[in-house]
């Protein structure tokens, strides 16, 4: 279509350019090159810069090297531009140029393109005989950062240093990035050592190197050195990498110096900074503060709400966490992948099943793909919730399945002593070529363990180093002392030990005093015990565990002294402390809570479920109460324990035949594990009873781990 006058053309008239998106005369002639330029400059799409190109092929006079890079450059650097057909315009020009080849490898590396097609395009450059320059060189050194190619990095490399580009400071820096990516990072830094001129980027990258391969202080120290030495003053991207490194140092005193010399400085703060310093006071055990920086962002995204609640959840505040996510959602904030994930390991840790379902109905609401990361942390969510064959469902659907999704479930069946459910799905596992990894085989050992399988423990522990090549950690020396000791073999574990690579840990010691107390063997606990306290002076552990092993042998004394060292050594035990979820509220309860609105309500199902009990021929368990009084005080304080009062809670507060799910943060004891089984037949309902080591499933008087726990 072309442009025509409502007059009759006058003789010498010529064609001008309109702004709107038409073809140029057939008639431009070479005088009219500034006009196509100046068109060319101001094209806004393809369907335009097609119509200049057709023209241009048209009119040989327009056919002049600075249209085709016009052309091309428009292609392969704007937004609305083309690679390929930037790639046919180069392939078809007559003589292509330096610059041309530049654009469209410019073009690749700041694409979603594979970055590799940048590295043919600059082999046939260099083919057709042209040295490359200081833009060519930043842009082919990026794609080889994009795909860790360090060999044809160190061929740029040498070919810069042949040009003498080596002493430009946008190369120097994009080849100290390839170092550091490629983790080579001693290179990074003598390029660094060696650079005649630096400036903020090159500091930013070898701060950035140190930090990428898990080397934070170096990262830290570098910026330190950075504000000692030069008069740069770092930008935003630098503080959120140094912050970013300060957090996984945990270093409280030394966040607050770094957070100080940006005071000091006046370093510009932007959400990004803020999000960066609301992560590391919260790594850093600084709750509160943590708290207050985010109060007093003048501008938050949906990264600063994950931040707090992440952070929340990796200091165990849970339910703060969620408090935070309520209040994200009234904000207006869709949460994203991440979110959920956060809320899915709060709703985890809680026991909230009917919090995590509502994010799984979030999830196919949105039609989520509940894979990989979010598909893991639903299939976690309802293993630790207590309801497994819901994590397997999701586990089934899941169309990409990794080690952490068979790990989650692996775990989650070891927890609920599906014990030959986990070594089937770790045989399905291999089957499917994925390679455990060190938490698969604890997750199978702690399943061998909770259900007796001592060979079968042995052969999986051989077999990762002789099968899977994986080094036995700590960790798994000591599953392998707890499936030992659980199985009655103390001296079998003891000998374990002596064996082990590595020193006892308490978790060893623990395992074998705990042993000692399911087969009543005294002294050896006496002696186990002496060690784990070597180990643990503070903590209750190792004094709870012995005194009950006097108590369940009716040594009384040696139990009321062992609580009077507690007292005088200041070692406070631990309250017990048991949670329900009820219409999506979790309630906490303590022993002897009586700060609940319904307490009345409360000890007066106690008082029926107690009374209902005898009925059936209960006797009370009291040998494991450390109190030297009569036989009906101990039936008390059993009676007042965490976990019923959330059993009587539930039974009053939901219908006849609802689960019950309660999660309690110590050992259930023996008595209680008694009466939960007797409460599951006379009031028939199912009660899922999560405790410290695993789960325990009520149904008809009986107990999922059929008293092996």
Avoid at 433 to 451: N, Q, R
Avoid at 486 to 498: C, H, N, P, Q, T
Wanted: charge should be neutral; charged fraction near 25%; glycine fraction near 6%.
């Amino acid at each position: 279509m072309f442009i025509r006058s409502c007059n009759v053309r006058k003789p010498g008239y010529m064609m001008s350019f309109s702004s709107s998106s038409v073809p140029l005369s057939y008639e431009v002639g070479a005088q009219q090159l500034p006009f196509v330029l100046q068109r060319l400059e101001s094209c806004k799409s393809m369907e335009e810069l097609k119509q200049i190109h057709a023209t241009v092929i048209k009119v040989r006079p327009l056919q002049t090297q600075l249209v085709f890079n016009k052309i091309i450059a428009f292609c392969a650097l704007s937004t609305s531009g083309n690679l390929d057909y930037a790639s046919s315009v180069l392939t078809r020009m007559g003589s292509p140029n330096l610059y041309a080849y530049n654009a469209i490898i410019r073009g690749i590396s700041c694409s979603k393109r594979n970055p590799i097609e940048s590295l043919l395009f600059y082999r046939e450059m260099l083919e057709k005989g042209f040295s490359p320059d200081n833009f060519t060189l930043p842009f082919i050194l990026k794609a080889c950062s994009h795909l860790r190619a360090l060999r044809e990095g160190n061929v740029v490399h040498a070919q810069s240093i042949k040009t003498g580009l080596v002493r430009n400071v946008f190369v120097i820096n994009t080849l100290m990035r390839l170092y550091a990516v490629c983790g080579t990072i001693k290179s990074a830094q003598k390029l660094f050592n060696d650079s005649p001129q630096r400036d903020l980027v090159s500091w930013t990258t070898l701060i950035q190197g140190y930090a990428e391969i898990g080397l934070p202080r170096e990262a830290v120290h570098v910026f330190l050195e950075m504000g000692e030495t030069t008069y740069l003053r770092a930008d935003q991207v630098t503080m959120v990498i140094v912050l970013s490194a300060c957090s996984k140092l945990g270093d409280l005193d030394l966040c607050k110096r770094i957070h100080r010399h940006m005071d000091d400085n006046k370093v510009k703060s932007d959400v990004f900074v803020g999000n960066a310093l609301v992560d590391m006071y919260m790594k850093c055990g600084d709750v509160d503060y943590a708290c207050r920086l985010f109060e007093t962002m003048p501008v938050k995204n949906v990264v600063s709400w994950n931040s707090m609640i992440f952070g929340l959840t990796q200091q165990g505040e849970f339910k703060e966490a969620l408090s935070v996510f309520r209040r994200m959602q009234v904000n207006g904030y869709e949460p994203d992948d991440v979110t959920l994930v956060g809320v899915l390991n709060c709703c985890a840790n809680l026991g909230m099943l009917e919090m995590g379902k509502w994010v799984h109905a979030y999830i196919d609401r949105n039609q989520v793909r509940a894979d990989r990361f979010i598909g893991n942390a639903l299939v976690d969510m309802y293993a630790k919730c207590g309801s497994i064959d819901q994590a397997f469902e999701v586990f089934k659907c899941m169309e990409h399945k990794d080690v952490y999704s068979y790990t989650a479930m692996i775990v989650g069946l070891a927890m609920h002593g599906e014990g030959e459910k986990a070594l089937a799905l770790f045989s399905d596992m291999s089957r499917a070529g994925i390679k455990p990894d060190e938490v698969t085989f604890i997750g199978i050992l702690s399943a061998c363990s909770h259900v007796g399988l001592v060979e079968e423990g042995h052969r999986y522990f051989e077999d990762m180093s002789r099968l899977y090549n994986l080094t036995p950690q700590i960790e798994h020396h000591g599953c392998m002392v707890d499936l030992l000791g659980r199985a009655g073999l103390i001296s079998e574990a003891e000998e374990f030990i002596r064996t082990m690579p590595f020193k006892p840990d308490a978790f060893v010691w623990g395992s074998l005093l705990g042993s000692c107390r399911i087969h009543g063997k005294v002294e050896q606990g006496e002696s186990f015990m002496k060690r784990l306290v070597e180990i643990e002076p503070e903590r209750d552990g190792a004094y709870v565990l012995m005194s009950n092993i006097y108590a369940s042998a009716n040594r009384w004394g040696d139990a009321i002294m062992m609580r009077k060292t507690m007292e005088e050594r200041k070692v406070k035990k631990i309250p017990g402390c048991s949670f329900i979820e009820v219409d999506g509220m979790v309630h906490e309860f303590r022993k002897g809570e009586k700060s609940h609105p319904r307490t009345k309500e409360i000890y007066t199902m106690l008082g029926e479920i107690m009374s209902r009990l005898k009925e059936q021929g209960y006797v009370a368990e009291t040998a494991s109460v450390l109190l030297d009084v009569a036989e009906e005080e101990k039936e008390l304080a059993l009676c007042h324990h965490s976990e019923r009062l959330a059993i009587a809670f539930g039974l009053i507060c939901t219908s006849p035949g609802t689960t019950l799910r309660i999660v309690k943060n110590l050992r259930v004891c023996s008595d209680c594990h008694s009466v939960t089984k007797f409460i599951s037949r006379i009031f028939q309902r199912e009660i899922i009873v999560r405790d410290r080591n695993r789960f325990h499933h009520f149904r008809e008087g009986l107990c999922s781990c059929k008293d092996f726990w």
